[in-house]
């Protein structure tokens, strides 16, 4: 005959020992603390960053060349989406409204 009891069908399991995996961490050391280490280098060490006329002379057309994509690098991707847009995607050009007096 099967048991009625809900408490007779649940299987019993035996006692637990205490593992030592569930145990608490023990509590970080106290922290104590340390002043700030002097600076590797004191105002007068920090170089100056060179003008475009201060360069050598060797250097001066590769920061010319740097210089220009800098400048042109924003200019050619707006460009190129802008065309992207009217080309691919078939926008109208925007055209400004004349005021009428």
Request: glycine share 2%; charged share 25%; no cysteine.
């Amino acid at each position: 005959m099967l048991p009625t009891n809900p408490a007779q069908l649940k299987p019993k399991l035996p006692a637990q020992k205490p593992n030592h995996h569930h145990q608490k961490p023990p509590p970080p050391p106290p922290y104590k603390h340390r002043p700030f280490p002097p600076p590797a280098a004191g105002p007068d060490h920090i170089p100056k960053p060179l003008t475009p006329s201060d360069l050598p002379e060797r250097y001066r057309p590769a920061y010319r060349k740097v210089r220009t994509v800098v400048v042109m690098l924003p200019i050619a991707i707006v460009t190129s989406y802008v065309l992207y847009q009217r080309v691919v995607l078939g926008e109208e050009r925007k055209v400004l409204v004349k005021k009428e007096d």
